[in-house]
């Protein structure tokens, strides 16, 4: 009865219509998209906000892994998906270096998309298999210098954070080693707990839990200052690397033209979200943090996103990163 005078509404007028749809949303569950393999940091830091999601929206929340390409391959179905608020893209850092990384991209990251609003902030770890012999980052350094050509290091993509963390280690040593790519960190994570690869740079969504256990050898946080859950880790920066300071941020995105009534009802679950005090914790307890509520809306992403762009890409010439 309800659906035929939307109908009769949408026949009637446009306008009629996409009002009736948002009032209503949403009505079916919603599609989280991770563009990375389940088990991975992206992938953990939805399934904690999948349920917060879905109870402010009253609404299931799947999480739904899309991999490929650095996580342009999940961006791009996103960005072609039906704007009516049913798909949702959870994407973090890579969003702003993939342009540099990428000498072209299916979709355009500034004009694609409604901006939800920023989500959490995560630093990276520099982290080995166990049985790698350096106990500490000076140590390290002089055993990838003497053994490169052995060496590897994992990342979760062309344009993944650990890419992008592994380059940057790897120019601030002025050093060269075989690269992995993987779909996501989950399989990367595994690669490296079984050996297979030797070194990693990643986020503390996923590595704090294999560290606390003992399965990874840490040498390091990316942040500018300790992670609270990794109090006995030192920067990068106090373990000798001097300013090496990478944030991994996530945002939340919709399809260009999704209907303001719905972009608003987002940004509404998006900023409950990030007050929860269980999803605070639960991140605090991953070594991350829920942005403040300042950050939660459409303006701060966009700016952000901006402005990483240009920061990104500045240093990722700058460190003679190759373009795919
Ligand atoms: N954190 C990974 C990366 O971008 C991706 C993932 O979430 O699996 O390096």
């Not at 929340?61 to 009516?84: F, P, Q, W, Y």
């Not at 260009?256 to 009534?261: A, E, M, N, R």
Request: aromatic fraction near 6%; proline fraction near 6%.
């Amino acid at each position: 009865m309800l659906l035929r005078k939307v109908a009769q509404l949408c026949i009637a007028s446009l306008l009629a219509c996409t009002a009736v749809v948002a009032q209503d949303y949403p009505t079916k569950p919603i599609v989280v998209t991770v563009p990375f393999a389940a088990g991975g940091p992206t992938d953990a830091l939805a399934r904690q906000l999948g349920p917060v999601l879905s109870a402010n929206l009253k609404q299931q929340v799947i999480i739904e892994n899309t991999l490929g390409a650095g996580g342009t391959i999940g961006v791009n179905k996103v960005a072609k998906s039906r704007n009516d608020g049913y798909q949702l893209l959870l994407m973090h850092i890579g969003m702003s270096t993939s342009p540099s990384l990428y000498k072209e991209l299916p979709y355009n990251t500034m004009n694609d998309f409604e901006f939800i609003g920023q989500v959490a902030d995560v630093p990276m770890t520099l982290i080995a298999k166990t049985a790698l012999p350096p106990d500490n980052l000076k140590d390290l350094v002089t055993y990838i210098k003497a053994n490169k050509d052995k060496i590897n290091l994992g990342n979760a993509g062309i344009g993944a954070a650990s890419h992008l963390c592994g380059l940057l280690f790897l120019s601030a040593i002025q050093t060269n080693v075989t690269s992995v790519p993987y779909n996501g960190t989950g399989p990367a994570m595994n690669a490296l707990m079984g050996g297979q690869i030797d070194l990693m740079c990643d986020q503390t969504t996923n590595t704090t839990q294999h560290i606390l256990a003992g399965k990874v050898k840490v040498y390091g946080v990316t942040s500018k200052s300790r992670v609270t859950a990794l109090r006995y880790v030192p920067t990068l920066n106090e373990a000798g690397l001097k300013n090496f300071e990478i944030a991994v941020w996530h945002g939340l995105y919709v399809p260009k033209g999704t209907p303001k009534p719905v972009v608003d009802r987002l940004i509404a679950a998006l900023q409950a979200a990030v007050q929860d005090p269980k999803f605070k914790s639960q991140l605090e307890s991953m070594g991350a943090a829920a942005v403040p509520v300042s950050k939660a809306n459409p303006e701060s992403l966009r700016t952000h996103l901006a402005s990483e762009i240009e920061k990104w890409g500045k240093i990722i010439k700058a460190a003679g990163v190759p373009i795919n």
